[in-house]
């Protein structure tokens, strides 16, 4: 398959929205990187907890709307 290319002037910038402001957006994926043992599992079960209880986060940003998580 060959390769495409795009003009970068030709793309159009698009307001992103965010799950966690400035640090988890919605709609794109999103690395949680540490070494072995520093809490990664821990903290993804945790943001899971706080967008199915629609909680405040830990920082006190503004309540996430109840949502679902896979």
Known sequence: MPART??????QDEQLMWLWK?????????LIEGMPG??????????????????AWPDGTSETPPGQVL
């Open 6 to 11: 795009t003009n970068m002037e030709a793309l």
């Open 38 to 55: 520093c809490g990664k599992s821990g903290l993804t079960v945790q943001i899971a907890a706080m967008v199915t209880n629609g909680s």
């Open 22 to 30: 400035n640090r988890i957006p919605l709609s794109r994926t999103t």
